[in-house]
């Protein structure tokens, strides 16, 4: 490999991290969009949605990297792990919103971020004590199907990768866009009193914005799963900081900025990790998150500084 | 069927609440403090005092964060870096990691006793770094303390969430950096052979029970200085930034300083902690100091009561207790729960591994049900009584004799406060356009028009929340212009809000005490310290607030003690009133100071507000009550879209023919004219 392909690959591969932490970081997004709540619980929802994948797999009959699939059958079991996965997430949201944010609506201050501190760790060491601490082997089905670019390699599973969260986010963006209920988060996210008195069901929005947003993350666990070949209950935490790192590069709010900031803090992982050292990577993935809340606290993308006190 | 459950609840809380008294709390800490001392003596089991040692560490560490968060409300979730920043200062200083070739340089050092030569047989000296323990409790503090500051001047303007966020990332940084350079740190192995202290002449060693006794008395030192900052100049402003921010700063608060000095004695604190931590256990690794420390911290800090002192020492204790000693016998417990029942997860589960989850379910519960934590900072004072209410029947006028409210000397024959072409724009909107005013001392001025005409910008650009676009400020020919806030309350220029912005969780003389900030001195070693002209000043501070509020009578003098969040709306408008004028102005702007009070009520506020001017007051008020404005205004300006459209008495205003179409609109002011 000449050093263009190693660069080709390293951005291959940045993209794919970089679309996973897309879907991961469009929840951050939109739940900080519409309440104005950094959701920390949010890093566990994906953590739990790998796991759901996983046991769904496994329940099928597909275990570790053994059983391959093609044609129909491959697609028809990444459809339904795919759905079930971000519906099991998407209910987790939900009753995470129900049960302890919604009572703390309006209460000002660092409270509701507090709870999802908690919220996080509860989910975490239950998660722990139901599987253990040992790393588990992802089931994947998708054959290795490479294709040569040059001395650089594309393999099937990044394709789909691509794929599914594309299509994930072209759903989100037309849902938002051109729905009523879209239109009601859009309203609900500029003037949520404002919203309430035009009839809009402001706690059903919140509500679908968990469940989406949730949803999402769910998705990220699968491909994160299907990407690295295995999963464990500290996945949360590295991913959802970097994720969470991408909503505010693309300015938080805002959900074309959090596509944008994910698939570059995917392509800084990767060609940090190749360029400088993999062990300074965190290092300069947190100094971004410094400096951009420091000195651009909108994002990229953002065009309105966040207000909230 | 709800009510009585409610009730008894109520109770219980109640109970609670008056066993936590100040005086209860004071014998009840007195007891805890000589069971403390005794405890290495009645328990021997050396596991135990080990536990104990470790466990002061992290109570020390909670009690240097609550200032940071409890205090001046700034959430910092990074706070175990700077706990390992003073741990790998006194690890680096006191151990083999470091050894320079030894060469003349170290000379001095090693006469000072700060080095030692190391001899090796290949012929090359070496420098061993042996700093005192004792030295190097004070130095790790300051190095802490000097990342603190430079890690929070750049992110303190951040807020609330915004904030925890950027302390999360430096949290994350700091032991990956500690990880990334081995040559400083050893990385992930960790330091090794850390110096343990000595007192003269006995060495620590492994044992605990010394420890133990330097933790209890650095406890001790903290819980102290906590109690003395919480109640003094520093600390009220503190809480005045953490009850709302741009309150504190129009009242003269400095919160960039305030807040940095906050941030800075937290960061100390746990530099400190952090040499004894590693003294203890002669290694650091950057494990010691990720995320879940800071976490644990916040835990103890919410359980207990976020800015109430006893709150977090009881807090971090029953949280050690619990780590170390009952979870492992309610893990017997649980086993045998699951043996009986058949439950294989009860038999298999850990409860001391799943600390964590506790932590979570502790964190949720209380941000649900008690968020003011166990032992609640503040506990609100009973309502007064009917009688008490209608006690002194003195309202109306100013009664009494009162010193001079402001200090500053104006020569009355010069105007005050003469503005030319302010301008500010908001986007699109002009709010205020090329306004021209100058206004004499000792007069009162009303500002008057519709809703939107730029009233309160002007009031803002005046006092500096916002900056002018063009235009200038000049108060007694001085350039203000563009000053900070609290620069212009010290120049003597004080306001009240259109929408009130008291300090809602503190009392009513502490919220008056935080206009007198621009006044006083007091830093944050006077208030620890307490020095004889500290105390002079703060008892002048009080009197001066008492002397300010008995302009309204029995109004606020009875509540002195209630929180601000109590009081009735008219009575919070006195407040404020109270709050500005405390800070000894020489001009007050008070906008619509009578609004949401009734007839009587105004009646009596527009006697006191003609009675400021007695005392030297000029007065600049924005309001709405036209029957007010004839009362007591000099002279009447009048705004619409940002531009002073009039200017007169308030007789000549009334007359005005283009105030009338601005107020009623062309047709109706022709016919008005013309009856």
């Known amino acids: 490999m000449n050093s263009w392909d190693i660069l080709l690959q390293q951005i291959i591969n940045g993209v794919s991290l970089g679309a996973m932490y897309s879907l991961l970081a469009l929840g951050f997004t939109m739940v900080y969009g519409i309440i104005e709540l950094i959701n920390f619980a ?67 201050g660092t409270a509701p971020m507090i709870t999802t501190i908690g919220l996080s760790y509860i989910i975490y060491n239950l998660v722990l004590l139901n599987v253990g601490a040992d790393t588990k082997n992802f089931s994947n089905p998708l054959p290795n199907i490479p294709w040569a670019i040059g001395g650089a390699t594309l393999r099937l599973r990044e394709v789909l990768l691509w794929g599914v969260s594309l299509v994930l986010m072209m759903g989100l963006h037309y849902f938002v866009r051109r729905t009523k209920m879209g239109k009601a988060m859009q309203a609900t996210a500029q003037d949520q009193e404002a919203a309430r008195m035009m009839g809009v069901d402001v706690d059903n929005v919140v509500v679908i914005t968990f469940f989406l947003g949730s949803a999402l993350a769910g998705a990220a666990g699968l491909i994160f799963g299907l990407y690295y070949n295995y999963t464990s209950f500290v996945i949360g935490y590295t991913a959802g900081l970097r994720a969470f790192t991408a909503a505010v590069l693309g300015g938080i709010g805002n959900i074309p900025g959090a596509m944008l900031g994910g698939i570059l803090i995917g392509l800084i992982e990767s060609l940090g990790g190749q360029y400088l050292e993999v062990r300074w990577t965190d290092v300069i993935i947190f100094s971004i998150l410094v400096l951009v809340l420091v000195f651009r606290p909108s994002g990229l993308m953002g065009r309105t500084a966040p207000s909230k006190s | 069927m709800s009510a009585p459950a409610e009730t008894r609840r109520n109770g219980i809380t109640g109970i609670w609440d008056r066993m936590l008294s100040e005086e209860w709390q004071l014998k009840v800490g007195l007891v805890l403090f000589i069971l403390a001392l005794a405890f290495p003596l009645i328990d021997g089991n050396e596991g135990d005092i080990d536990a104990a040692a470790n466990a002061t560490a992290f109570a020390i560490l909670a009690l240097g964060l609550n200032i940071v968060v409890g205090f001046a409300g700034l959430l910092d979730l990074g706070y175990a870096a700077f706990f390992a920043i003073g741990a790998y200062t006194y690890g680096i200083f006191s151990s083999y990691q470091v050894q320079p070739e030894w060469s ?114 650095m406890i001790v030192v903290l819980i102290f200085v906590s109690m003395r900052l919480k109640d003094s100049r520093v600390g009220r402003a503190w809480m005045a930034i953490r009850e709302d921010e741009i309150a504190a700063e129009a009242m003269g608060v400095n919160r960039t300083r305030l807040k940095l000095l906050a941030f800075a004695i937290g960061a100390g604190f746990a530099g400190s902690t952090g040499t004894f931590y590693v003294a203890k256990l002669q290694t650091a690794t950057p494990e010691m100091f990720m ?43 649980v086993h045998w729960l699951g043996r009986v029942t058949g439950i294989g997860l009860l038999e298999r589960v850990d409860l001391v591994q799943s600390i964590e989850l506790i932590f979570g379910i502790i964190l949720v519960l209380m941000m649900l049900y008690r968020r003011q934590g166990l032992i609640p900072a503040r506990r609100d004072v009973h309502a007064l009584t009917l009688a008490q209410q209608t006690a002194v029947p003195s309202r109306g006028g100013i009664k009494g004799e009162m010193k001079p409210l402001h200090r500053k000397a104006i020569d009355p024959g010069k105007p005050l406060l003469q503005i030319s072409g302010l301008r500010k724009a908001f986007g699109g909107i002009q709010a205020v356009r090329g306004l021209d005013l100058t206004v004499m001392p000792g007069s009162i001025i009303a500002v008057i028009g519709p809703n939107g005409s730029g009233k309160t910008t002007f009031f ?178 009048v705004l619409d879209h940002g531009e002073k459209i009039a200017e007169g008495t308030p007789a000549e205003i009334q007359r005005n023919k283009e105030v009338l179409s601005a107020y009623l609109g062309r047709t109706a002011a022709t016919a008005a004219a013309a009856s």
């Open chain 1, 42 to 108: 949010h890093f566990n929802v994906f953590m739990v949605g790998s796991f759901i994948a996983l046991w769904l797999m496994q329940a099928m009959g597909i275990v570790g990297q053994s059983t391959i699939l093609y044609g129909l059958p491959l697609i028809g079991v990444l459809v339904l792990v795919l759905v079930v996965t971000m519906l099991g997430a998407g209910v987790l949201g939900v009753a995470i919103e129900r049960v302890a944010l919604r009572p703390l609506r309006g209460v000002s």
């Open chain 2, 104 to 217: 003349s340089f170290w000379e001095p050092f090693r006469w000072l006793g700060l080095v030692q030569q190391l001899h090796s047989s290949s012929g090359v000296d070496h420098v061993h770094f042996a700093v005192s323990f004792w030295l190097m409790l004070p130095i790790s503090a300051l190095v802490a303390a000097f990342f603190g500051v430079l890690f929070g001047a750049p992110t303190l303007r951040l807020k609330g969430d915004y904030l925890a966020i950027v302390t999360l990332g430096f949290g994350e940084i700091v032991p990956i950096v500690a990880r990334n350079t081995p040559y400083l740190t050893n990385g992930a192995q960790g330091l090794n052979g850390v110096t343990t202290p000595s007192f003269f002449g006995y060495s620590f060693g492994v044992q605990s029970t010394p420890f133990y006794y330097v933790g209890l008395a």
């Open chain 2, 291 to 333: 995320f879940p420390v800071s976490v644990m911290l916040l835990v103890m800090i919410v359980l207990g009561g976020m800015g109430s002192v006893a709150g977090v020492v009881v807090g971090a204790v029953f949280l050690q207790l619990l780590q170390s000693w009952f979870l492992q016998d309610l893990t017997q417990g």
């Open chain 2, 460 to 637: 803002n650009l005046v006092t500096g929340l916002t900056q002018p676009d063009a235009g200038k400020v000049l108060l007694a020919g001085e350039d203000i212009t563009g000053l900070k806030p609290d620069a212009i309350v010290e120049r003597g220029v004080a306001r009240t809000f259109q929408n009130l912005r008291l300090f809602a969780n503190m009392s009513v003389m502490e919220n008056a005490l935080v206009g007198v900030h621009s006044r006083t001195t007091t830093g944050a070693l006077g208030a620890v310290f307490r020095p004889p002209w500290v105390k002079r000043e703060e008892e002048a501070a009080r009197q001066h607030v008492l002397g300010v509020i008995s302009i309204f009578g029995n109004r606020l003098m009875p509540r002195v003690q209630h929180l601000a969040r109590t009081l009735s709306y008219a009575n919070r408008r006195r407040l404020e009133i109270t709050r500005a004028l405390v800070t000894e102005p020489v001009l007050l702007l008070l906008d619509e100071p009578t609004a949401g009070m009734n007839p009587t009520e105004t009646l009596e506020l527009t006697d006191q507000i003609r009675d400021l001017r007695e005392r030297g007051v000029t007065i600049l008020l924005i309001e709405h009550k036209l029957n007010v404005v004839n009362e007591i205004a000099d002279r009447v300006i």
